[in-house]
């Protein structure tokens, strides 16, 4: 058995799309062209053509029998209704209704349109499309009873079975849907449990590393601090050594915590690109320039002895700086100072647009988010309005000062 549906899940409205998506609209167009066509050649070419009145009329209804065909899949009742009316009144205009010797073009139309009806319709519908054939035989047995030709049931019986076809297609398309739906189903279940999966085993990574790792990161710390002040003050070789020792530790713990930060998210994807830094800035300036700020880039000294963490952090402040300024800056430019100092790197944004009040007095989420980042590494960051423009200034240690 198959699983319950999705809420406001109907196989006729998935029959409905399946027949829009397989049925070309401009193969309905040419058969109901095609069928226009051919009963025009079929009444002229009748042994004994109608007088004139008549066989403009007859044309008339041609264009009824034949065109409406177009829209068989979209209207199937009205396109039933109108080729059998126009057919009826076509074979008492031209007295050839009850004898079924009159044009076959327009009773191959009538089988497709009770085809169509019996696959298409659905509801009250198929109730109506019974009515009205059900008076169109009495329409010609009536004609029939009238001129005393009789009545040729022989082409209801073949409308008949084309009804019970067109059901048989109906039921078809609804189990080809009912299938298709199911598939859709399996297919975002099984999307969705391989995506929790990922993030299950995410979350137990992060905790062995936080369990693990991070305690034994953060004792080795501690215990290197500890060592340092208890060594004797001429000893400047092992405390130096023991302050590279606590300060590598405590870089691994902030890039730590941001690891732990990346597994965490419950996205679908983890971020697998590598770890941008202001090596990448001049790419950064580029997006910026693609995207309608104007930005220029200045660069004063040499990276060196920057750690990754400080790195990373520097070029996200540079990221969200400029991405501030191009949300609420308007028509502006920018520009971006990088300077390398002995022990600090020294960052400067600035654009020379208006802003909004949240750019302007420098109280966005945005900012906030550098002055935590910076915060972690010991540095400072103003950011505000001034007359240039909005201006965000940061300075970082190159390397984490020592507790």
């Known amino acids: 058995m198959f699983p319950p549906s999705p809420a406001g899940y ?3 409205m998935t029959a409905e799309r399946l027949r829009r998506l397989s049925a070309s609209p401009w193969l309905d167009v040419a058969i109901g062209v095609a069928a226009t066509v051919a ?5 002229l070419a009748q042994p004994r053509p109608p007088r004139a ?26 396109v039933l209704t109108v080729v059998l009316a126009a057919t009826v009144a076509s ?29 298409y319709s659905s509801g009250r519908r198929v109730l109506a499309g019974g009515v009205i054939l059900a008076a169109c035989l009495g329409a010609v047995a009536v004609d029939g009873w009238v001129s005393g030709r009789g009545t040729d049931y022989g082409f209801w019986v073949a409308a008949g079975i084309f009804w019970v076809l067109g059901l048989l297609f109906r039921q078809r398309l609804l189990r080809v849907a009912e299938l298709q739906a199911h598939a859709d189903r399996l297919q975002a279940e099984q999307a969705e449990k391989a995506r929790w999966a990922v993030v299950e085993e995410r979350s137990r990574i992060a905790r062995e590393l936080h369990d693990v790792i991070s305690h034994s990161v953060s004792v080795m710390v501690i215990q290197a601090g500890a060592a340092r002040h208890t060594l004797d003050p001429a000893d400047t070789e092992m405390r130096e050594s ?26 679908d994807e983890p971020a697998l690109a590598p770890v941008p830094g202001l090596a990448r800035v ?13 930005t220029e880039l200045r660069v004063e000294g040499e990276a060196a002895g920057i750690a990754p963490g ?4 520097a070029y996200r402040i540079i990221q969200e700086a400029l991405t501030n300024s191009l949300r609420h800056a308007g028509p502006a430019q920018a520009q971006v100072s990088i300077r390398y100092r002995p022990h600090e790197l020294d960052l400067e944004i600035t654009d020379d647009g208006q802003g909004s ?37 940061a300075r970082l240690p190159t390397r984490r000062a020592p507790a």
Do not use: C, K
């Open 53 to 78: 009145g008549s066989l403009a009329g007859l044309m008339i209804l041609a264009v009824l029998i034949g065109m409406p065909l177009a829209r068989r899949r979209r209207a199937p009742l009205t």
């Open 39 to 43: 009963t025009w050649i079929e009444l």
């Open 10 to 12: 109907s196989a006729s």
């Open 91 to 119: 074979g008492v205009l031209a007295g050839q209704l009850a004898s079924g010797q009159g044009p076959v073009t327009p009773f191959l139309a009538v089988l497709l349109a009770v085809f169509s009806f019996g696959a």
């Open 357 to 393: 009040a949240a750019h302007a007095d420098g109280t966005g989420n945005g900012l906030d988010g550098m002055r935590e980042r910076v915060a972690l590494y010991g540095g400072t960051l103003d950011a505000g309005h001034g007359d240039a423009g909005f201006t965000v200034h």
């Open 310 to 313: 400080v790195d990373l952090t």
């Open 282 to 294: 001049g790419v950064l300036v580029e997006q910026m320039r693609e995207a309608g700020l104007p």
């Open 242 to 267: 023991l302050q590279s020792i606590q300060t590598a530790g405590r870089e691994a713990l902030a890039e730590l915590r941001r690891l732990l930060g990346i597994l965490r998210r419950p996205d």
